[in-house]
């Protein structure tokens, strides 16, 4: 069955350095792919998305590029802040079915 | 525009005890759907409902009903709530085939 995989966290990064955080999936067809983000005490809500093979999803300075080739979807951020710090979850689903499938979240911490 | 709302945000229960989680968006969506969130394992979907008067299971859904009320609120009934249902639960709605919004949560614990 489909399924998200994502690495295992916490990241613990210094403000300003580079955020990478990988997400690989499985799949058949053609999956849209979304990164969602929890920051603490509060429910999900979507950072960024792509729905087709060389996309580029990008908010808030949070960037992932659908490569069909790896299977990957991964996160990046040229300069994080104390403020990112959240769990970040990695999703997809089908363009015929409204369900999403989670990878296991990445726990971000930046500090000053 | 208040989104997703979920009460009640904490609840203690003790073994066999029953409870009801509200859910109710204000978005007009016709999808709606109940999730639980356990550490190490992401979200997991519990039951979902694509249109009022309609709903299936989801991945994890022994133990759980639901209801869909009308197009605004969607219920998730736990009939003898057990240790393993211990969780932080997330309703969600959205359009169809359009983006999920999520609630704040109800964390929920059984003794």
Not at chain 1, 34 to 48: A, D, N, T
Not at chain 2, 50 to 55: H, I, L, P, Q, V
Request: charged content about 15%.
């Amino acid at each position: 069955g489909d399924s998200v995989t994502q690495m295992e966290g916490p990241v613990t990064l210094s403000e300003e350095a580079f955020l990478t955080i990988n997400c690989t999936y499985t799949a058949t067809g053609y999956p849209s792919l979304f990164w969602y983000v929890q920051y603490p005490g509060e429910g999900l809500q979507l950072l960024l998305k792509a729905t087709k093979a060389d996309d580029k999803g990008s908010n808030k300075g949070f960037e992932a590029t659908y490569r069909k080739e790896t299977t990957s979807f991964h996160l990046e951020k040229g300069s994080v802040q104390v403020s990112d710090s959240a769990v970040y979850f990695c999703a997809l689903s089908h363009h015929n079915t409204d369900k999403l499938i989670f990878g296991t979240g990445t726990r971000l911490q930046v500090f000053p | 525009n208040a989104g997703v709302t979920q009460t009640p945000k904490f609840q203690v229960l003790k073994t066999g005890q029953s409870m009801t989680l509200q859910c109710a968006q204000d978005m007009n969506h016709n999808s709606m759907y109940w999730y639980r969130q356990d550490p190490g394992m992401g979200l997991r979907l519990i039951y979902y409902s694509a249109s009022e008067g309609t709903t299936d299971k989801g991945e994890v859904p022994n133990g759980y009903n639901v209801s869909r009320l009308n197009k605004r609120e969607f219920s998730l009934r736990l009939e003898s709530a057990a240790p393993s249902q211990t969780s932080v639960y997330f309703c969600a709605s959205s359009a169809v085939l359009e983006t999920q919004y999520f609630g704040p949560g109800t964390r929920l614990l059984v003794l």
